[in-house]
């Protein structure tokens, strides 16, 4: 099942690039010169590897 960026919640767990990460914030920006709100999302795996995320507010993420 897929989810937008900005409909995320802390507690989603996220498949990204083969691995499982689990959403610890998520933050949308105000509109930028591309004309889009961005939202930055930082999700931690199962190991503890930290990530910062920044995709346009309707990009498509895989939920598990």
């Given at each position: 099942?897929?989810?937008?960026?900005?409909?995320?919640?802390?507690?989603?767990?996220?498949?990204l690039?083969?691995?499982?990460?689990?959403?610890?914030?998520?933050?949308?920006?105000?509109?930028?010169?591309?004309?889009?709100?961005k939202?930055?999302?930082?999700?931690e795996?199962?190991?503890?590897?930290?990530?910062?995320?920044?995709r346009?507010?309707?990009y498509?993420?895989?939920?598990?």
């Amino acid at each position: 099942m897929k989810k937008e960026a900005k409909k995320l919640k802390k507690g989603d767990k996220i498949k990204l690039a083969g691995r499982t990460f689990t959403v610890n914030e998520t933050e949308l920006s105000e509109i930028g010169k591309q004309g889009t709100k961005k939202c930055r999302i930082i999700a931690e795996s199962e190991s503890g590897e930290k990530i910062v995320i920044i995709r346009p507010e309707d990009y498509p993420i895989e939920v598990i």
